[in-house]
């Protein structure tokens, strides 16, 4: 498999990180047929914080789970980093997913009675890494978070937004090039909802991570710097965010 992390070539210097070319996604057939995308084109760039918001069925969750490697176009064209995605074996997209790809869902996943900084290791456990340096790392990226000295705490002695950070720093402990998040702020009240939004915000900005994020709330999706609308499985608007990260 060709590296995700290969250089764009000297003609192309700042090749996009994500393309959906002609994405079509079915399921079904007959009466059961269902056509989530109806050939999208999708552009993401490396550094872009992008919103996508929809009504229910529009396919914006069917298009995260692409770009997210948890399912295939039915046809059409997905490039990481000009890597082909469709030419990936199921080992393959799984290294994909495990390198460079982190995630965060509005239901924050963690396992109860076990700390936090247990929690950020998990990947890094399946990884393979040593000890010492998950932990350091794990460490590392709940100080990023704003949770330092609460490495011991478990999710039953966090609130919802900080249950929310741990499950960010999860995802950032991999060292992701992409930050997926899904409704991240669902099961968050107004004020913690923000903090998590100027979290995010502040990561883009400062690290330059890529982060791509479904959500129905449209203040949310205010922060980011650009917002794509679906609608009946097509792309239908996409436009800078005034206001939002440049």
Do not use: W
Request: glycine letters at 10%; hydrophobic letters at 40%; proline letters at 5%.
């Amino acid at each position: 498999m060709a590296s995700p992390e290969t250089p764009p070539s000297p003609d192309n210097p700042v090749a996009p990180l994500i393309q959906l070319r002609a994405i079509t996604r079915s399921y079904g057939t007959g009466e059961a047929y269902v056509c989530a995308l109806e050939g999208l084109d999708l552009t993401i760039h490396q550094g872009e914080f992008v919103a996508i918001m929809g009504p229910s069925g529009s396919g914006k969750s069917t298009a995260m789970n692409i770009i997210g490697c948890l399912d295939r176009p039915t046809s059409g064209q997905y490039l990481f980093n000009g890597v082909e995605v469709a030419g990936l074996n199921q080992d393959q997209r799984a290294l994909l997913r495990r390198h460079y790809l982190g995630f965060v869902f509005q239901g924050f996943n963690l396992l109860a009675r076990t700390s936090a900084l247990e929690n950020v290791e998990l990947p890094l456990i399946y990884k393979g890494m040593p000890r010492a340096e998950r932990q350091s790392r794990s460490r590392a990226a709940l100080a990023r978070v704003g949770l330092a000295g609460r490495e011991t705490h478990d999710p039953s002695q966090l609130s919802g937004g900080q249950q929310q950070r741990v499950a960010i720093a999860r995802a950032l402990a991999s060292q992701p090039m992409v930050l997926l998040a899904d409704e991240p702020t669902g099961n968050l009240d107004t004020q913690r909802s923000e903090e998590i939004m100027q979290l995010l915000v502040e990561l883009n900005r400062t690290e330059g991570l890529t982060i791509i994020m479904v959500t129905h709330e449209e203040d949310m999706a205010a922060h980011a710097g650009r917002l794509v609308t679906f609608r009946d499985g097509r792309l239908a608007s996409d436009v800078a965010v005034q206001g939002g990260v440049s």
